[in-house]
């Protein structure tokens, strides 16, 4: 069964009333396409919290800056499509950028602290259009529960933020990375990589495992567990480093001296033109 799609804010209101009258549970996963077993593993999640799933795919312009790869993002809707009925989706929301940014929109949403940091840093403007565009889609579909990858983790975690702070009701649940046989996490933009820049790409998943290992092992200074994982990406030359960052789990605060509480080492760097982020938990 091919999944109902919705490009108007009409249709997608009178589908919502719809399951409203049912006492549907509905779960929404937002996406900008391109699909990979990443963003399938997280359709399946929301499966399991809820009735009724909608996949939302939208490329979202106010996320990319000036010199990023808005024009050149992977579009494979038809595909895509393919996919979310093989799942027995409910519901694809389809909305342009006029639905999403009419004729004198305006407003934006600003994190004033977490935003600010690591991939907030590098791509200045960034997270006010993810905040934006994930404030619409939650208040479009209305969903018991949004479900975002830990691939970006300081995405979700940002998510998580303004829906506390600005007292949503909307349960954010997050799904863990999916990854290829050789580690390199699953994203859209891997199909950019050339074979050579795709063979040096493993080293980011690399450094990660060897600094969980020595995590694991009871190293616990910040500096040294973050050496361990940059050591190997210094490696291979056609890594370029953006940061390496060991950050609280909860806040993304930066951390040093002996490490006390649950943390995340995010990653970010260029194959090439191919910008790639990945993090893994110490635990």
């Avoid at 799904?175 to 950019?192: K, P, Q």
């Avoid at 002996?258 to 990653?267: A, D, G, S």
Wanted: aromatic share 6%.
């Amino acid at each position: 069964m091919a999944p109902s799609t919705f490009i108007t804010l009409a249709e997608l209101a009178v589908q919502r009333a719809t399951w409203d009258a049912e006492g549907a549970r509905v779960a929404l996963v937002p996406t900008m396409g391109a699909l990979h077993l990443g963003h399938l593993s997280l359709v399946r999640l929301a499966r399991q919290m809820a009735d009724r799933v909608v996949v939302s795919i939208f490329v979202n312009p106010t996320q990319f800056g000036p010199n990023e790869d808005f024009a050149k993002y992977p579009r494979t809707l038809v595909a895509d499509l393919e996919l979310l009925a093989s799942l027995q989706v409910e519901a694809v929301f389809l909305p342009n950028a006029a639905t999403m940014y009419p004729d004198g929109f305006q407003t934006f949403v600003h994190n004033q602290g977490m935003a600010l940091t690591l991939d907030g840093q590098s791509r200045p403007g960034h997270f006010q259009g993810v905040l934006t565009v994930v404030m619409k889609l939650l208040n479009l579909v209305r969903p018991d529960v949004a479900i975002f990858g830990k691939k970006d983790y300081q995405q979700w975690r940002l998510i998580e933020k303004m829906v506390a702070d600005l007292c949503l009701s909307y349960r954010i649940a997050a799904g863990e990375t999916l990854r290829e046989v050789d580690g390199l996490a699953m994203s859209s933009r891997n199909r950019f990589l050339g074979d050579q820049d795709r063979t040096h790409a493993t080293a980011i998943y690399r450094g990660l495992t060897a600094a969980k290992a020595a995590y694991k092992s009871g190293e616990r200074d910040a500096q040294k567990l973050t050496l361990a994982c940059r050591k190997i990406l210094e490696i291979s030359q056609a890594v370029k480093i953006d940061y390496v960052e060991l950050r609280s789990a909860a806040t993304l605060a930066p951390l040093s001296g002996q490490v006390t509480e649950p943390c995340v080492l995010l990653v970010a760097a260029k194959l090439g033109t191919t910008r790639l982020i990945d993090n893994m938990e110490m635990e």
